[in-house]
């Protein structure tokens, strides 16, 4: 099976300040898609990447794949209060929509 | 707004009984969809595959007598937690792939179940 493993397990950032967050896979990884969540409630779609070096980015968010699709990396620039929350990452291993996920980074925004 | 909806949100029930949880596909057909099961500060474990018009598929270790899953049409799947026990109680949430833009995998907002 697929492994995912995030790391930072968790983090403190001050407002203002960038964080990184990395997923890396034990296969190449066919998608590989980034969720914010707060516990116990639903996932919250952030971005999907599929091709080897692609970056997308939304507002203060870049997620990068790397050229051998094993390695993921979810910036933010400037954080506020509202990116508080928890990250996953999670991989398609076989087939469309069945996602393994990583253990999740607890992300906590100080004033 | 959601594009996939789950009912109830929150359910209490007692040991020994059965309980529904639904998800929904608001405004796309999904011939899939997946259950998945998170325990408390942990990462979501996939349950089972559900499949319009087919039985559904369980992960390694999970009983389908205990989560019964029926995907009886294509906007609807249902888990169904058969003789609840408290080692049950859980946050369950459900996804669909697809939704407008094609390779988007939408997730509920999750139910969480107590069973006392």
């Known amino acids: 099976s697929q492994e995912l493993e995030q790391s930072p397990q968790s983090l403190i950032v001050q407002e203002g300040k960038n964080l990184t967050i990395n997923c890396t896979s034990s296969?190449?990884?066919?998608?590989l898609y980034w969720y914010k969540q707060k516990y116990g409630e639903g996932l919250i779609f952030l971005m999907m990447?599929?091709?080897?070096?692609e970056e997308k980015s939304h507002e203060k968010i870049t997620a990068k794949l790397d050229e051998k699709k094993q390695q993921s990396s979810l910036h933010i620039t400037a954080s506020q209060p509202s990116h508080a929350g928890i990250y996953l990452c999670?991989?398609?291993?076989?087939?469309?929509?069945?996602?393994?996920f990583g253990a999740g980074t607890q992300v906590v925004v100080t004033p | 707004g959601a594009v996939v909806s789950q009912h109830p949100s929150r359910v209490i029930c007692k040991s020994g009984t059965s309980v529904k949880i639904e998800c929904r596909s608001l405004?796309?057909?999904?011939?899939?969809m997946f259950w998945y099961r998170q325990f408390p500060k942990q990462s979501l474990m996939l349950m089972a595959t559900?499949?319009?018009?087919?039985?559904?598929?369980?992960e390694q270790g999970v009983e389908k007598d205990k989560f019964l899953i029926n995907h009886a049409s294509l906007t609807l799947s249902t888990l169904t937690v058969t003789s609840a026990h408290p080692e049950d109680s859980s946050f369950y949430i459900c996804?669909?792939?697809?939704?407008?833009?094609?390779?988007?995998?939408?997730f509920g907002e999750g139910s969480w179940l107590t069973v006392v």
């Open positions: 559900s499949n319009e018009g087919s039985k559904a598929t369980y």
């Open positions: 999670g991989a398609d291993p076989d087939s469309w929509g069945k996602l393994q």
């Open positions: 405004d796309f057909q999904a011939t899939t």
């Open positions: 996804s669909a792939p697809g939704g407008k833009s094609g390779n988007t995998i939408y």
């Open positions: 296969k190449t990884l066919y998608g």
């Open positions: 990447l599929q091709k080897g070096g």
